[in-house]
């Protein structure tokens, strides 16, 4: 996976963005592909990788575990590895990870009154 340079103006104008758009700031964190479906799975409580990949089926393994690992370093998902044999490994919403409950479901009531409304055609229909 490919980092932006910390000195390139695409990375000083992102950072000046989030450093005073707070609403930017939040979809930088949770606006991933998978990462709604990921935390609106994880707000039903803990849950095992391939407990949140049969929610999941499209992702693949690796996307999962980077959303996870990317999740965790921004404090939004903690993960709890059991010294067991075999290895057991529990995904958790943070407390500010949980926080984010009413926004997922606010999202989900606008998306279905969007298909309503608009339909379900999208630019992944193109």
Known sequence: MERTKVTSTNYLNKQAIYEECDEMHAISLIGGQWTLGILSTLINGK??????????????????????????????????????????????????????????QELDTWGKEYKQEVGTASCIDK
């Open 47 to 104: 849950m095992r990788f391939g407990e949140i990949k049969k929610t999941i089926p499209q992702i693949t393994d690796r996307m999962l575990t980077l959303e996870l690992r990317k999740l965790e370093q921004n404090k939004i998902v903690t993960r709890k590895v059991y010294a067991e044999v075999p290895p057991r490994v529990e995904y958790e919403l943070t407390p500010i990870g949980y926080k984010l409950k009413l926004i997922i």
